[in-house]
Nanobody
């Protein structure tokens, strides 16, 4: 059974930083982070290939967020810097048994339970 477990969310002031972690069940998937704010649809934030060589970012996080992975630890990270109030959301880690990153939510098969990130202004 595939499991993804997120951690690292919390409350931070605007301009601050957080690092989210996602531990997978030992398999290396193409992995992505999505987020969902209250009353809004879940949206793609960043993705990384199984090897970690290829990454992709939503325009609204480019230059602020960095996705990375350590396959020895079966962990994917999302380093979030220069946080703004609009980044407040539940962040979900997701994986797909595919070679390329996709921004399409329906292409991802496995989901974590989510971790809350709240940015105070």
């Amino acid at each position: 059974q595939v499991q993804l477990v997120e951690s690292g969310g919390g409350l931070v002031q605007a301009g601050g930083s957080l690092r989210l972690s996602c531990v997978t069940s030992g398999r290396a998937f193409t992995t992505a982070w999505f987020r969902q704010a209250p009353g809004k649809e879940r949206e793609f934030v960043a993705g990384i290939s199984r090897s970690g060589i290829t990454t992709s970012y939503a325009d609204f996080v480019k230059g602020r967020f960095t996705i990375s992975r350590d396959n020895f630890k079966s962990t994917v990270y999302l380093q979030m810097n220069s946080l703004i109030s609009e980044d407040t959301a539940v962040y979900y880690c997701t994986g797909a048994a595919r070679l390329t990153i996709t921004t399409r939510l329906e292409e991802y098969e496995y989901w974590g339970q989510g971790t809350q990130v709240t940015v105070s202004s």
